[in-house]
């Protein structure tokens, strides 16, 4: 039995880095949101509004993390960076609009695996719950 559980485990983490680099993909070229990632890139493209996903090679492990922990409930890596996401998003100055735009965004990402893994029904419902969480939390602790 356990070794189905870490099989399941694996996945849901496979599935997690599918959805962390292809919502990534999409939001850092974004016309409302874009910029705020593009803070971040660590390297440029050919064209400075669509940053390539590697100028994201260093962020988007540290957010497979950040969800691994929230879906998972455990930290998979040794040593976990601790996540202050208060702190760190009110230094981005976010915009009225721009958290409605993020959500919209990992919504329509979420539901696109969604259609591609209906066996991962379940896994992506928890998901599209947290954003949704996330979402009040920060039009709470922003706005």
């Given at each position: ?88 998003h009110r230094l981005l100055q976010i915009r009225p609009g721009e958290i409605g735009r993020w ?21 992506i419902e928890t998901w599209w719950r947290q954003i949704k969480s996330f979402e009040k939390l ?6």
């Amino acid at each position: 039995m356990p070794e189905q559980t870490h099989c399941k485990e694996d996945t849901q983490i496979i599935i997690i880095e599918q959805i962390v680099t292809a919502f990534y993909t999409v939001a850092t070229a974004d016309f409302l949101i874009g910029y705020h990632f593009r803070k971040i890139q660590t390297a440029q493209g050919n064209n400075p509004l669509v940053p390539p996903i590697t100028a994201f090679s260093e962020h988007i492990p540290r957010i497979v993390e950040f969800w691994s922990i929230i879906l998972l409930k455990k930290n998979r890596a040794p040593q976990t960076s601790s996540f202050n996401l208060n702190e760190t998003h009110r230094l981005l100055q976010i915009r009225p609009g721009e958290i409605g735009r993020w959500v919209k965004l990992f919504r329509e990402t979420l539901d696109l695996f969604a259609r591609q893994l209906p066996e991962q029904k379940e896994f992506i419902e928890t998901w599209w719950r947290q954003i949704k969480s996330f979402e009040k939390l920060a039009n709470k602790n922003f706005f």
